[in-house]
């Protein structure tokens, strides 16, 4: 895929901002609206294909852009491993049954349920 300028250029500005001391920290995860993404960006709309180049140029430094509906996340891979894993118990009691999903489909209706007419 060749890249644009434009996103090229928005996502090296995303990654300096990431090595930024700002808010007591430095190279800590930040955010930033869309339309603030817009003006690092230099374009009056931002589609998906674009959001898509930037966040590919930003891979290269080991950052990944994630999208919010009222903002964007930038961070690394390691600023995301703080958080808390689900446990096997709890993922082996949610595990998708089909045969389950069946048996919630297949609802008989008695005779004595039906208003008829």
């Known amino acids: 895929m060749v890249l644009s300028a434009t996103a090229t250029t928005a996502a090296a ?6 090595d ?3 808010g007591g920290n430095y190279e800590e995860p930040y955010r930033i609206s869309w339309p603030e993404l817009r003006m690092i960006a230099g374009v009056s709309k931002l589609t998906d294909p674009f959001i ?4 590919s140029t ?17 961070a690394k891979e390691q600023d995301l491993r703080r958080h808390r894993r689900v446990p ?5 009691q949610n595990i ?5 999903e069946r ?3 297949d609802i008989e209706i008695d005779d ?3 208003n008829c007419i």
């Open 88 to 92: 096997g118990r709890l993922l082996e």
């Open 20 to 22: 930024e001391n700002f």
């Open 52 to 55: 898509s180049e930037i966040s």
């Open 58 to 74: 930003l891979i290269n430094h080991e950052l990944f852009l994630i999208p919010f509906n009222n903002f964007i996340l930038i």
């Open 96 to 100: 998708y049954d089909p045969e389950e």
């Open 103 to 105: 048996e919630k489909e």
């Open 13 to 18: 500005t995303l990654s300096k901002l990431y």
């Open 112 to 114: 004595d349920d039906v």
